[in-house]
């Protein structure tokens, strides 16, 4: 019910009990202490009053009620965001991060939620969790990063000593899942049973809300599409493997490829981007290429799990312009059926949505906690 609220708030009882799917008795039995708690409100809706009579209540949550944390670990910085109860960014902090051994980035984090703890004073309210999304295989339910090839971490416990370091109950996701929590329940997936979130940058992610859920996998691992093989070919992939979406797609792979075929001292993507921009023939076939690449990863998606809505977002796509056509032609070529009909949308990501998302998982944490 308040998920409901929080979600897709401000709604009458009657509409909230509808989406939610419960009695109007079982409604107010959930509100009424959410109301005496604080974090609902009840207000006359007015430009909804009917003729005669009384204008209907609207429930809302009160987004200024509780505060969170969300902290996203990159490579080489930290990105930290304090947000509220409804996930709205209230301030944003980035700390350059010079050594990537768990122990010095567990400090540069605490460093940094401090500062947002000392911050979150100014508004009187409490902040009730932290969230740290990081990429690799996570697994949230024991709080433990698995394997993070970017940040070369094994069994890392990393709630546990988040949580003895900053004295607040933490959550720990990978990266793209918690993306995925945040535009299932504040962004573009609110209200949809079936969506995918596909990030394109240094890797190539996927999130998935499969029957309204996200989906982990038994393992922590599901909707790898950077490794799906989209031509057995191709070049090999860090995996090990040839041909797969990341190892055509990936920031790193584009570079590499335009490197190799025009001979340019391309730097880094942004480079590469520039030089395909300026109409550098080679430059522009290899992101013609990693469109083709994502559009057929997309596709798969689309066809095992015949998404709602596929939402493209990340990093890449600064350089959007230059693989657009090309994702959205291979995609409609290789999407089954009716599955083509998904609807494929875009997202710019500044990277303070990556600490946004870390900041929804704590507050879904919450949420589960304190609502039920």
């Known amino acids: 019910m308040f998920t409901t609220l929080l979600s897709q708030g401000p709604l009458t009882r009657a509409e909230a009990g509808r989406r939610a799917g419960l009695s109007a008795a079982a409604v107010t039995k959930a509100v009424r ?20 009579g009384r204008p209907a209540n609207l429930v809302r949550v009160d987004g200024g009620r509780a505060l969170f944390i969300g902290v996203k670990v990159t490579g080489d910085e ?30 540069s984090a605490a460093a940094l939620v401090g500062e947002l703890l000392t911050e979150a004073d100014g508004f009187g309210v409490r902040v009730m969790g932290l969230g740290i999304a990081v990429s690799g295989d996570v697994d949230r339910a024991e709080g433990v990063v698995r394997y993070s090839p970017f940040l070369d971490w094994r069994e890392v416990p990393l709630a546990e000593l988040a949580g003895m370091t900053t004295g607040l109950p933490v959550t720990v996701d990978n990266d793209v899942r918690a993306l995925t929590v ?33 989906v982990a996998g038994a393992h922590g691992v599901a909707g790898e599409i950077g490794h799906v093989t989209v031509d057995p070919a191709g070049p090999l992939c860090r995996c090990g493997n040839r041909g797969c979406v990341e190892a055509i797609a990936g920031d790193d792979a584009i570079v590499r490829r335009i490197r190799e075929t025009t001979g340019a001292e391309v730097a880094d993507a942004a480079a590469a981007a520039a030089l395909a921009h300026r109409g550098d023939a080679g430059a522009r ?36 312009d230059l693989f657009a056509e ?9 999407a089954f059926g009716s599955a083509a009909r998904c609807d494929v949308q875009t997202r710019p990501l500044p990277f303070e949505e990556w600490a946004r998302g870390a900041a929804a998982t704590a507050i879904q944490s919450f949420t589960a906690q304190h609502t039920h």
């Not at 209230?90 to 010095?104: Q, T, W």
């Not at 969506?195 to 998935?208: D, H, N, S």
């Open 33 to 52: 202490p959410l109301i005496e708690a604080g974090y609902l409100v009840e207000d006359a809706d007015e430009e909804a009053r009917p003729a005669l």
């Open 78 to 107: 930290i990105i930290g965001v304090l947000t509220d109860l409804c996930c709205r960014v209230l301030l944003a902090r980035h700390l350059p991060l010079a050594d990537r051994a768990p122990k010095a980035v567990l400090a």
């Open 182 to 214: 945040a535009e299932q329940w504040f962004g573009a997936g609110v209200g949809l049973s079936d969506f995918a979130v596909v990030t394109v940058g240094a890797g190539i992610g996927c999130g998935l809300v499969v029957h309204g859920r996200v």
């Open 285 to 320: 076939d290899a992101y013609a290429r990693a469109g083709a690449a994502i559009g057929r990863g997309i596709a798969t998606v689309a066809n095992l799990l015949g998404p709602e809505r596929v939402i493209i977002s990340g990093e890449g796509l600064a350089a959007y």
């Open 326 to 334: 090309q994702i959205r032609e291979a995609f409609t070529e290789a």
